[in-house]
């Protein structure tokens, strides 16, 4: 059965827009991280407390009981979506809080091994070269 949208809602083309914008988060997110202890992802570098909330959750039949979506069609619709638009707008809402920590491990990797791709990497994002 296809969920079929409300003939006043403002949002055409998404059914339960923040519902929505919330699983798309919740699937840009590590599966590998899904249902691990906070101790775990907090190791990852993830503090943010709306991320980590969202991965305690381990199935779309779980996040579909957590925010009452009754028809399992509408995350079937909702990944139809994402599969089409991508889910990179919502990687960068909790990945970019990790940038630091990247830079870090490159920095820790170009003065340890002075492989030139991490050098370059380094000197590419750091001086503008």
């Not at 998404?14 to 190791?43: C, D, H, I, M, N």
């Not at 809080?97 to 994002?125: C, H, I, M, Q």
Request: aromatic residues 10%; glycine residues 4%.
């Amino acid at each position: 059965m296809k969920t079929q949208m409300p003939r006043n809602a403002k949002n055409k083309g998404t059914y339960k827009r923040a519902e929505f914008e919330t699983y798309a988060l919740w699937k840009s997110l590590p599966s590998f991280l899904r249902g691990q202890p906070k101790a775990v992802l907090e190791k990852f570098g993830l503090e943010d407390e709306i991320v980590l909330s969202l991965l305690e959750i381990k199935t779309q039949t779980q996040f579909a009981e957590r925010f009452e979506i009754k028809d399992l069609a509408t995350l079937t619709d909702w990944n139809k979506r994402i599969q089409d638009e991508g889910l990179l707008k919502y990687i960068h809402s909790w990945a970019r809080k990790l940038t630091p920590n990247v830079v870090s491990a490159l920095y820790r990797a170009a003065t340890k091994d002075g492989k030139a791709t991490e050098v370059r990497t380094w000197f590419e994002l750091v001086e503008g070269m």
